[in-house]
């Protein structure tokens, strides 16, 4: 069993579960959540008993995304908060840490199930959206309200994939929040359970999905995954990936970046952009 920090790395029969577990910030993702989920995925694909991994968060929330207060709030800067002084620092940054390591969960050999609880915000419903299947609990609600910090989205835009284009629009320019209900209807999540079931629903379909050999289940996926590719899916997030670089480096972004520095807390940011 991996060492970790961040993450609650458990296994029963076929099944292993990665609990997120920052609650006390809504596991926001920080290097080191993002470090130990990196490891905690590694550590069940090297593990020839487990078929399925189950992602979820620990607390009310499944995740509210990246952690800002470790990128711009008044706490010690790690390595990879150093190196966005630059836009080549940032782009490399957000290049290894956020879309690499978010695609490898995609194309973790391994089926994957999000169950998702709470809310699921921005660079969370990202990392929701790189699992094969979602679980939703009633009471999950997905919302990505970057672009009204200046951000273009977060760093693979998968609302184009998970919902029609006009609703993903709509999504993200007007900062919708979508329920649960409301994300299954769009196909966005596979199924709703009420919250206090969550972990057993997914467990459940967990065990189903166990029960298919594991070469099939990784033929299968793989080729769902490459005819996603083939419709456009890897370029598609490629090219977003470089213009949302492209809209850091605007006057816009970075006047709005130098704002949120002067804010006392994190809260003065996120209450400027709440809906009143």
């Not at 991994?53 to 990246?66: C, E, I, K, Y």
């Not at 969960?105 to 299947?133: E, H, Q």
């Not at 998970?162 to 209807?185: G, Q, T, V």
């Amino acid at each position: 069993m991996p060492d970790l920090a961040t993450v609650r790395y458990a296994v029963e029969g076929h099944v292993c579960t990665l609990t997120m577990d920052r609650p006390e910030v809504a596991n926001a993702q920080d290097t080191q959540l993002i470090d130990d989920l990196d490891a905690a995925f590694d550590a069940a694909g090297a593990d020839d008993e487990v078929r399925v991994v189950v992602l979820t968060g620990a607390g009310r929330h499944f995740s509210s995304g990246h952690d800002l207060k470790a990128l711009v709030g008044d706490v010690e800067p790690d390595e990879w908060r150093r190196m966005r002084d630059t836009p080549e620092g940032r782009f490399q940054h957000e290049k290894v840490m956020y879309f690499d390591r978010c695609l490898r969960i995609r194309d973790f050999p391994k089926p994957t199930i999000a169950a998702v609880n709470g809310s699921c915000v921005a660079a969370g419903l990202m990392l929701a959206c790189m699992c094969d299947l979602i679980v939703a609990a009633d009471d999950a609600v997905f919302s990505n309200p970057v672009l009204r910090m200046t951000g273009a989205a977060v760093e693979i835009l998968v609302e184009p994939w998970e919902m029609p284009p006009r609703k993903a629009k709509e999504f993200l320019l007007a900062a919708e929040k979508f329920s649960a209900d409301e994300a299954e209807k769009l196909g966005m999540v596979n199924r709703v359970v009420p919250a206090d079931r969550l972990l057993a629903e997914a467990h459940e379909l967990a065990e189903r999905i166990a029960k298919v050999p594991p070469a099939t289940a990784q033929v299968v996926k793989r080729s769902i995954n490459k005819t996603l590719d083939l419709m456009g899916q890897r370029d598609a997030w490629d090219y977003h990936f470089m213009a949302h670089h492209w809209m850091h480096n605007t006057a816009t972004a970075l006047e709005a970046l130098e704002a949120r520095k002067a804010k006392g807390s994190m809260s003065e940011v996120f209450a400027e952009h709440r809906e009143e």
